[in-house]
């Protein structure tokens, strides 16, 4: 069966400002996208999200990834997610605008992220927020890791 594997880079989503944000920048570096959410048990993980970034953010691009598919725990609009990001975690990697990442209306770069057809590795589903996709230097996907995996988890550093 042929493929229809695309890159990640050619994928268009805004910052949580609404600027484009062109992947193709982190091109040459690991990308780690995340769908986050600021009222869930895993949102403390911000924390663990940006220590991870201030200690590889040479080599490593955190992408945080707002999403409201789950028990509504990110009803917060644009200015309100960014405030709480940079007020209680001094959040400074990269925060996305709200998507979907799953269903319907999924936004394209999960559709990539969760479909082997697009991204050649694997098929999978996003089962919660923070749930955490790694990209090697070239935007292929190394592995995903579940909302459970600290971002400082051995699973994902031994790949940096």
């Known amino acids: 069966m042929e493929t229809l594997k695309t890159s990640v880079y050619d994928i268009s989503i805004k910052d949580i400002l609404g600027k484009p944000v062109d992947l193709?920048?982190?091109?040459?570096?690991?990308?780690?996208?995340?769908?986050?959410?600021?009222?869930?048990?895993?949102?403390?993980?911000?924390?663990?999200?940006?220590?991870?970034?201030?200690?590889?953010?040479?080599?490593?691009?955190?992408?945080?990834v707002p999403c409201n598919q789950f028990g509504g725990q990110e009803p917060a609009n644009a200015t309100e997610i960014r405030t709480f990001c940079e007020l209680n975690y001094g959040v400074t990697f990269l925060v996305t605008e709200k998507i979907k990442v799953k269903g319907d209306d999924q936004h394209a770069l999960?559709?990539?992220?969760?479909?082997?057809?697009?991204?050649?590795?694997?098929?999978?589903?996003?089962?919660?927020?923070?749930?955490?996709?790694?990209?090697?230097?070239?935007?292929?996907?190394?592995?995903?890791?579940?909302?459970?995996?600290?971002?400082k988890s051995a699973k994902i550093t031994r790949h940096l």
């Open 24 to 64: 193709r920048t982190y091109k040459g570096m690991k990308i780690l996208f995340v769908n986050v959410a600021s009222k869930c048990g895993f949102t403390k993980q911000y924390k663990g999200l940006q220590e991870l970034y201030n200690t590889y953010k040479d080599t490593l691009m955190v992408v945080a």
């Open 110 to 151: 999960y559709q990539w992220l969760t479909r082997k057809r697009l991204n050649g590795k694997s098929n999978s589903s996003v089962k919660w927020n923070f749930q955490k996709y790694l990209l090697d230097e070239e935007g292929e996907l190394i592995d995903y890791f579940y909302s459970i995996t600290s971002p």
